[in-house]
């Protein structure tokens, strides 16, 4: 039986690997229809809205799983071999963002596609056309590895889903859309604004690390520990239910043993 696809921390893919990431990312921004970046970003936030944050009942991790399963499905129609990278934001990086999305340019001298990307909203109110901004607020301290470990821990769903998007999930669009000046008014960075979030190339690394936490908890607690009453609750606009996306292997991919490993947990 073949290896699934691995679910890599962005830091640690290889030149080729990144290279080939930049490339499925710069050729799903290129795209203006149903398989590109800007129509796939606009599912989450504006116009789709189809994203579940605060929810009864607890859909926000179902959710957010199709939704970067979807995506990486056509990533890989753009790069075959690429998968979304997770960005551990318990990594010491010095309170910086990995380097892969935060500089401007790729290697080659291009724009990086992993840095910003073009939000075309024009039928918005008000209609939003412009590249992605984000203002992270490098210095101030993220999460250690004892807030995963933490959350793993947690034996109930619901409490676990509902500490994860309250606290880290939360915290980290926060963090990475920060705020700054633009055109000489106070302005919040993307990430920290739900309509607009998914725009921001970084959003698929967080949600990944998100994922990857969920799967953490689910080796420590049971694949299909949730309750009952949700199993075939439809996941708009996918067709799929909550019970479709409940085992990665099933989906299709697997993560990377890596820096949030919990005692016990051998992913």
């Known amino acids: 039986m073949a290896a699934l696809p691995l679910r890599k921390e962005i830091d640690e893919l290889s030149a080729v690997e990144l290279a080939g990431l930049r490339a499925g990312y710069a050729g799903m921004q290129a795209i203006s229809d149903n398989r590109g970046f800007n129509y796939l970003s606009g599912l989450h936030g504006i116009p789709g809205n189809y994203c579940v944050h605060y929810d009864d009942p607890p859909l926000f991790l179902p959710w957010h799983r199709a939704y970067l399963h979807e995506f990486e499905q056509y990533l890989q129609d753009r790069a075959e071999t690429a998968t979304v990278p997770w960005w551990d934001w318990t990594i010491d990086r010095g309170g910086n963002i990995p380097q892969a999305f935060a500089a401007p340019q790729s290697p080659d001298g291009s724009a990086n596609p992993l840095y910003a990307s ?136 697997d993560y990377a043993i890596g820096a949030t490993t919990t005692s016990g947990s051998t992913p």
């Open 118 to 253: 073009q939000i075309n909203q024009p039928t918005a109110n008000p209609p939003i056309v412009r590249q992605t901004q984000r203002f992270p607020m490098t210095g101030q301290p993220l999460p250690d590895p004892s807030v995963v470990t933490n959350l793993v821990a947690l034996t109930d769903f619901e409490d676990f889903s509902t500490q994860l998007r309250g606290g880290v999930h939360n915290q980290l669009h926060g963090w990475t859309g920060g705020m700054g000046m633009v055109g000489g008014r106070r302005t919040y960075g993307d990430m920290a604004v739900v309509p607009v979030a998914a725009f921001d190339p970084i959003f698929y690394s967080h949600h990944c690390m998100i994922d990857r936490i969920w799967y953490l908890w689910q080796l420590q607690n049971g694949v299909t520990n949730i309750p009952q009453a949700i199993l075939n609750t439809v996941l708009p606009p996918f067709n799929v239910k909550v019970a479709d996306v409940l085992d990665i292997h099933q989906l299709g991919y």
